[in-house]
């Protein structure tokens, strides 16, 4: 039988738990975060590291840790795979995850691999402030510019528009309004509430230990979700009257 009439199964899942800007996971690179997961998915898949035959992981800015762009092989050889087996680092932005998986099924399709390892990673947090046009030196008096890497990465110069901005247009161009936008995302934290309270992720989460002021912790939780969000009515009132005017 070919590998499509036998399908192909994802066998294990793991994710570490979402942080937020600036938070606790602030000095850990997306490679640490990383191999948290890549090696809790593989125990719980019950193989072992060398049963893998290639490792695929999506990352949007290398330059977030100084080993950025050689994230998949730091995490192949941290997770205990095997030197020889190959690595991929694929990018396609937001979708880098999701391609990983793509490439990993093709792999398996072409009969290249019959496990694969395969993941997205980033940590924000981490993404430096850069200077150019100083490699080859500078002069007395020379201005200086620190450039935001993460706002300049995430911004399309070919058409000079940052991420936020194709937000706006796509809800422009398909009548989205901002009200059901706000509701849309109440609705995300209220059900991460219900599901957390009734003990949904927890399959799913591998926890990440830390040190913090030399105490021992394990962050089990995302950080970001605000259980008690709600609608800024004031806000929105503000918003339609500038709208107005």
Same mark, same amino acid.
């Given at each position: 039988?070919?590998?499509?009439?036998?399908?192909?199964?994802?066998?294990?899942?793991?994710?570490?738990?979402?942080?937020?800007?600036?938070?606790?996971?602030?000095?850990?690179?997306?490679?640490?975060?990383?191999?948290?997961?890549?090696?809790?998915?593989?125990?719980?898949?019950?193989?072992?590291?060398?049963?893998? *035959?290639?490792?695929?992981?999506?990352?949007?800015?290398?330059?977030?840790?100084?080993?950025?762009? !050689?994230?998949?092989?730091?995490? !192949?050889?941290?997770?205990?795979?095997?030197?020889?087996?190959?690595?991929?680092?694929?990018?396609?932005?937001?979708?880098?995850?999701?391609?990983?998986?793509?490439?990993?099924?093709?792999?398996?399709?072409?009969?290249?691999?019959?496990?694969?390892?395969?993941?997205?990673?980033?940590?924000?947090?981490?993404?430096?402030?850069?200077?150019?046009?100083?490699?080859?030196?500078?002069?007395?008096?020379?201005?200086?510019?620190?450039?935001? %890497?993460?706002?300049?990465? !995430?911004?399309?110069?070919?058409?000079?528009?940052?991420?936020?901005?194709? %937000?706006?247009?796509?809800?422009?161009?398909?009548?989205?309004?901002?009200?059901?936008?706000?509701?849309?995302?109440?609705?995300?934290?209220?059900?991460?509430?219900?599901?957390? *309270?009734?003990?949904?992720?927890?399959?799913?989460?591998?926890?990440?230990?830390?040190?913090?002021?030399?105490?021992?912790?394990?962050?089990?939780?995302?950080?970001?979700?605000?259980?008690?969000?709600?609608?800024?009515?004031?806000?929105?009132?503000?918003?339609?009257?500038?709208?107005?005017?």
């Amino acid at each position: 039988m070919s590998v499509l009439t036998k399908g192909i199964y994802f066998v294990a899942a793991k994710r570490t738990p979402f942080g937020k800007m600036g938070g606790m996971f602030v000095n850990k690179s997306a490679t640490d975060l990383s191999v948290v997961a890549a090696t809790s998915a593989i125990q719980s898949a019950g193989i072992k590291p060398e049963h893998v *035959d290639h490792v695929i992981f999506g990352h949007v800015l290398a330059l977030s840790s100084s080993d950025g762009a !050689l994230l998949a092989r730091h995490v !192949l050889l941290k997770s205990g795979i095997p030197i020889e087996k190959p690595a991929l680092s694929v990018n396609r932005l937001c979708g880098s995850g999701f391609q990983s998986i793509v490439n990993a099924a093709q792999s398996i399709i072409t009969g290249e691999s019959e496990i694969v390892l395969a993941g997205g990673a980033e940590n924000m947090s981490q993404v430096p402030f850069v200077v150019r046009n100083v490699r080859f030196g500078t002069m007395l008096g020379q201005k200086i510019d620190f450039e935001d %890497a993460l706002w300049v990465g !995430l911004a399309d110069s070919y058409c000079n528009l940052p991420m936020g901005g194709t %937000a706006e247009k796509l809800g422009a161009k398909y009548g989205v309004t901002r009200e059901e936008v706000d509701q849309f995302a109440l609705q995300s934290q209220q059900r991460w509430k219900a599901a957390n *309270d009734a003990g949904y992720f927890k399959a799913e989460l591998a926890p990440v230990s830390m040190t913090i002021k030399k105490k021992q912790i394990e962050v089990s939780v995302d950080e970001y979700p605000h259980e008690e969000t709600q609608v800024n009515l004031q806000l929105e009132q503000l918003v339609s009257a500038e709208v107005k005017e």
